[in-house]
Nanobody, 121 residues
Framework: QVQLVGSGGGLVQPGGSLTLSCVAS????????MGWYRQAPGKQRELVAT???????MYADSVKGRFTISRDNAKRTVYLQMSSLAPEDTAVYYC???????????????WGQGTQVTVSS
């Protein structure tokens, strides 16, 4: 089995910073793209940032210049450094990854369980 476990969420004041982490574990042959999504109450899940296995990144316009995505391939971990946080960043943040399992001919999408980020004074 493959599992993604995210962590690092919490309560932070406006203007503050927070770093999320997500570790992949299990019977993994390779990991392609990894990313972060978020879902605010009453809204659809939206893409926040993605990073390829080679390190190319992409960001939603709403987080450009404030969030940084990175990954440690040896640790099978993806990070999301968030700064200048605002109340509108409040959401459940989900990590995702395209993972190819041992014995599989193709990659599949896997999701973490979600971690709550609340920005409030």
């Amino acid at each position: 089995q493959v599992q993604l476990v995210g962590s690092g969420g919490g309560l932070v004041q406006p203007g503050g910073s927070l770093t999320l982490s997500c570790v992949a574990s299990g019977s993994i042959l390779s990991i392609n793209a990894m990313g972060w999504y978020r879902q605010a109450p009453g809204k659809q899940r939206e893409l926040v940032a993605t990073i390829t296995s080679g390190g190319s990144t992409m960001y939603a316009d709403s987080v450009k210049g404030r969030f940084t995505i990175s990954r440690d391939n040896a640790k099978r971990t993806v990070y999301l450094q968030m700064s200048s946080l605002a109340p509108e960043d409040t959401a459940v943040y989900y990590c995702a990854a395209q993972i190819r399992r041992f014995g599989s001919m193709r990659s599949s999408d896997y999701w973490g369980q979600g971690t709550q980020v609340t920005v409030s004074s």
